[in-house]
């Protein structure tokens, strides 16, 4: 994606369902856990990289054993930072107690991180917070071994403030005004009086204290636990939490907003973000990786029992289509296919834009996960010259040899024209000597562009269109072609999201931009004014009956005007080529990734009720010109 654009986080549980002396006597190593979740969360790198967290439970410890060990991190590569600390920690206890080395039972008892219960997390960093306090895992602690929780989440909810006042309605006094803080303490609520109920039935049972410790951990029903913490919740979830005696589990929220999957055999329990990272990590086929359905949690006791459990009544289907368009890895064989096709289905409008011209255009991309797009493309390029050069042969008269092989010579001009050079840190403030940096963060490739030629190169998506009209469409002017047409993959991002990415403000976004230019264009700016009352009229309003009236002033467009609106703004004055954007229609994303039918971003049909308001509050700051987040 040419615009940086940050996702939200994702997640690994492993929970691991043999002694820990098993997994040394086959796989000759009692750290085969701490070893295949470091793989996971590298695996999973390309969803966070500001920070990461790593926190494990060992089950069975004796009072006074340190049960639960967390560490995090927010360094530069702070993945790589945490399982330093991890090792370093493990090789000195082995060296400085030889006497560990092959004695699994005083590795747990002596050795930090080691255990059956382990919970990783990546993230970027959000709202400009990087603190390794923002960084998950969080920890909830107390002495009942029972009410510790450890959660880690890929989520934003949109009603924090909501969760927020029923927490202090209910007496609590939270630190923090945040949704990980929020959804924890409203957890750990629920989770503090489920156990000081099965406390006293268990004394009126007439157990001891100490008797009842056990029982407690194989009755705590985590099920219901969740199912009273989460009637109010309305964001895009993927959470993962770990109870201090050993239970964990895995929530998705209703709609499938953000992604879960998971595999289990008779070793282990395994909870991603994505599928190819479980595939990849414990060498297992493609359906042996089932997706956590919507509404769903995946519940893992201290036995070892394993439950899918609904939580809460899935609403309709509205996984986020993002995540196969960019943030998830190409590698997944569903999304790799889908990738292709976003591509294919581009084609019949980049045909029409370069007149059908392929010989004198070349096809490229913006690297680097715009590259299976890419390959779809090209793909229907020459599907498109094998259609025309058969014609050609059918319908030629007395071909000589020499005709026809001129006719089968024809093929895509493919070229690598843009180059990500470097990730050039903009660290003057000066606007001018920024802009020079951010022009020469991607690099072009001289010598193969005639100004006869179309240059065509395909992009995931176009956000802000920022990177392309200060760094990419001058470096390919460079080259002198005649047409420069960019594509993106996805439709047009017209409204804020609110459930993990971080795109908060209209403003920012270059389709809403141009729009307001139609407006003015068309002397219907007056228009603006109208949407913000509206917006301004339902403040008080509860969520489920606010109306999107930003789309009223999309509607007064075609697409086509807009992309064409996307084009002059991302040029200027000093560009010789021409300069086209195609953009790729919802209907064909919604053809292309038929799962994920979570088109928000592009259509304004949010999935919870809290979007709408989200959407209202961001056009009520742009309007009033307050530079802060709808959320």
Not at 83 to 101: G, K, M, S, V
Request: hydrophobic share 35%; proline share 3%.
């Amino acid at each position: 994606m040419s615009d940086a654009l940050k996702h939200e986080c994702g997640i690994a549980l492993i929970r691991l369902l043999k002694p820990l002396e098993y997994y040394k006597e086959k796989y000759g190593t009692a750290f085969y856990g701490v070893n295949k979740m470091y793989l996971m969360m590298e695996k999973q790198h390309n969803r966070g990289q500001d920070g990461a967290g790593f926190a494990s439970i060992k089950l069975d410890t004796q009072p006074g054993e340190r049960y639960i060990s967390r560490v995090r991190s927010n360094a530069q590569q702070p993945i790589q930072d945490i399982f330093a600390q991890i090792n370093e920690r493990i090789n000195q206890e082995l060296l400085d107690n030889p006497e560990y080395n092959d004695d699994v039972a005083l590795q747990k008892r002596h050795i930090p991180y080691i255990g059956e219960v382990l919970l990783g997390h990546v993230r970027y960093g959000t709202f400009g917070k990087n603190s390794v306090e923002s960084v998950h895992p969080f920890l909830r602690q107390n002495n009942w071994m029972h009410r510790n929780l450890i959660l880690a989440g890929n989520f934003n909810m949109t009603n924090v403030t909501e969760l927020f006042d029923n927490l202090i309605r209910i007496g609590q006094h939270p630190k923090e005004k945040a949704d990980t803080i929020t959804i924890m303490e409203k957890i750990g609520h629920f989770l503090d009086d489920a156990v000081a109920k099965k406390y006293k039935q268990l004394k009126a049972e007439g157990l001891s204290k100490t008797e009842c410790s056990p029982i407690i951990a194989e009755r705590l029903n985590v099920g219901k636990i969740l199912k009273r913490a989460a009637k109010n919740f309305d964001g895009g979830y993927a959470m993962a939490g770990m109870l201090g005696h050993g239970d964990s589990f895995v929530l998705r929220d209703p709609a499938g907003i953000r992604p879960a999957y998971y595999y289990q055999d008779d070793e282990v329990v395994v909870v991603a973000s994505e599928r190819p990272v479980i595939q990849t990590v414990f060498n297992v086929d493609f359906d042996q990786v089932k997706e956590l359905d919507p509404g769903h949690a995946i519940i893992t006791k201290k036995s070892g029992k394993v439950k899918i459990e609904k939580i809460l009544e899935p609403t309709e289907r509205k996984a986020c289509s993002f995540e196969r368009i960019y943030f998830s890895r190409g590698s997944d064989a569903e999304i790799y296919q889908e990738r292709k096709t976003l591509g294919k289905l581009l084609m019949p409008k980049v045909l029409e834009t370069i007149n059908y011209d392929t010989k004198n255009s070349v096809f490229s991309y913006i690297p680097n996960t715009a590259e299976s797009s890419f390959y779809g493309m090209i793909e229907s390029v020459e599907d498109y010259l094998n259609k025309r050069k058969t014609k050609a042969i059918i319908e030629g008269k007395d071909l000589s040899e020499e005709q026809v092989t001129d006719i089968l010579k024809e093929r895509p001009r493919i070229e690598k024209i843009a180059i990500k050079d470097a990730k050039l840190r903009t660290f003057i403030t000066e606007d001018s000597s920024r802009d020079d940096l951010v022009e020469h963060v991607y690099d072009v490739t001289y010598g193969v562009i005639k100004n006869t030629d179309n240059i065509v190169i395909i992009d995931d998506s176009i956000v802000r269109g920022t990177t392309l009209k200060k760094s990419i469409i001058r470096m390919l002017d460079r080259l002198h072609p005649k047409r420069i047409v960019v594509v993106s993959s996805a439709p047009q991002i017209r409204y804020p999201d609110c459930y993990g990415i971080d795109m908060a403000k209209l403003e920012g976004l270059v389709a809403f931009r141009a729009m307001l230019s139609l407006l003015e264009d068309n002397n219907k700016y007056h228009l603006v004014e109208e949407v913000y009352n509206k917006c301004k009229a339902q403040v008080d309003l509860k969520d489920t009956k606010i109306q999107n009236f930003v789309k009223d002033l999309y509607d007064q467009f075609t697409d086509d005007e807009i992309s064409t609106k996307i084009a002059v703004l991302i040029s200027d004055d000093t560009i010789n080529a021409e300069v086209h954007t195609i953009f790729q229609s919802v209907a064909n994303l919604n053809k292309a990734c038929p799962k994920n039918l979570g088109d928000w971003y592009f259509t304004g049909n949010y999935p919870t009720p809290g979007g709408n308001r989200v959407v209202n509050r961001a056009f009520i700051n742009f309007f009033e010109g307050n530079n802060q987040r709808a959320y």
